[in-house]
């Protein structure tokens, strides 16, 4: 009977012990669970931080940072695939006059139309930025200089059929841009070369009388 006892008692000892156990393991896994929830939570709003930084606030489309690291990244892969990897600036004409005569606000339409209008218009592939002012930028890997002309000839077409109607002037505005194309060669192989290249086949077009396309 004090054996049977005995054996009672340690049977209730380690039967509390392993509730105990199991307890504690089930609060573990709970805190656990919420501490990966959490982390998760974070890297969401780090990559939403990120991605809005990369971002230009007006137009959506990138900014001179993610200009910045998506031609780095596609020069990168220029150097190790030697594919063609081409590159357009793309200017307002007289934007300043656009300002001046309708306002900020009809500038901010014409720049937000603008981004909408370049980024569907390009290949999923393509990057598109908001270099600064009215000025952007598009990055085309895997592009030849024949094949880079004709998407901006194709650009320039539908950037002149775009139409803003200002209602309270009773008018409608329409816009024309410039553009300037370079691209990567053995020669020309630094990003910064290469953009000033596309800036002064750009100056060109301004000065061969605007909504032109212009080869570096």
Known sequence: LLMSNIMDDYAKSQNKIHQT???TIKGLNNKIENATNFIGKLESQLNAAKETSLTDE????????????AINKARNTWLTSQKPLALVLIDVDRFKSINDNFGHSIGDQVLKSLGKTLKSNIRSSDYIARYGGEEFVIILPETDLNKTIQI????RKVVNSLKFELRKKN??????????????????????DVFNAADEALYQSKENGRNQVTLA
């Open 58 to 69: 007006l137009t959506t489309v990138g900014n001179r940072k993610g200009y910045v690291q």
């Open 21 to 23: 156990n199991a307890k």
């Open 152 to 155: 901006t000839k194709k650009i």
């Open 171 to 192: 008018k409608t505005l329409k816009i024309t841009c410039s553009y300037g194309i370079s691209n990567f060669t053995d020669k020309i192989s630094n990003t910064t």
